[in-house]
């Protein structure tokens, strides 16, 4: 990071769980792997109240079951952590630059309809902002997912922005008005 530059306020894991897809989704899916792991070994238990049946074959699997999910959860908290980890160092490492939004758009795709409203239409949209930079002299043009329309973070075409790049992996940059913005 430039010396003269101050030292910015790390976002922390709720505002990433909300600005960035791969924490929202590697919390989300810990948890459910959790809930699967503690659900089926609960289930599984012998409670004394009545006689057991026998070996059925959801005793004989319950163990694998809950072996599978503390496996995904592990995975997918790994994962949760090494991002928020990587997030923070590029955040905080990274070099300030500007770049230049050059284009926004959204996709726009139909998603299952609710049964009680006949004839309403419900759409479900994901949201780019294509980024033009140059970097040690060499130019890169990047599409950044944003988690919300680019209006929400106060991004326009052609507007000039901050980023934030490691030298080690310049083609990645972060658009610093979605992870150190005020949403």
Excluded at 37 to 52: E, F, N, T, Y
Excluded at 149 to 167: E, I, P, R, W
Excluded at 171 to 177: E, G, I, Q, V
Aim: glycine fraction near 10%.
């Amino acid at each position: 990071m430039n010396p003269r530059s101050p030292q910015p306020v790390l976002p922390g894991l709720v505002k990433l769980f909300w600005n960035d897809h791969i924490i929202g989704w590697s919390a989300r899916a810990t948890t459910v792997g959790m809930l699967v792991a503690v659900g089926v070994w609960w289930v599984s238990q012998d409670l004394g109240a009545a006689p057991p049946l026998g070996a059925t074959p959801e005793a004989e699997w319950s163990g694998v079951v809950v072996f599978g999910a503390l496996g995904f959860a592990a995975f997918a908290a790994t994962v949760l952590f090494l991002r928020f980890q990587s997030i923070r160092k590029i955040l905080r490492e990274g070099t300030v630059i500007k770049g230049k939004i050059e284009g926004l758009t959204a996709f726009a795709r139909e998603t299952d309809r609710d049964t009680h409203t006949t004839g309403k239409r419900h759409y479900s949209y994901t949201h780019y902002a294509d980024v033009a930079y140059t970097f040690e002299g060499k130019n890169y043009q990047v599409r950044l997912r944003l988690p919300n329309s680019g209006f929400t973070f106060d991004l326009a075409n052609g507007q000039s922005t901050d980023l934030s790049v490691l030298a080690s992996s310049p083609n990645k940059p972060f658009l610093r008005a979605v992870y150190l913005g005020r949403i």
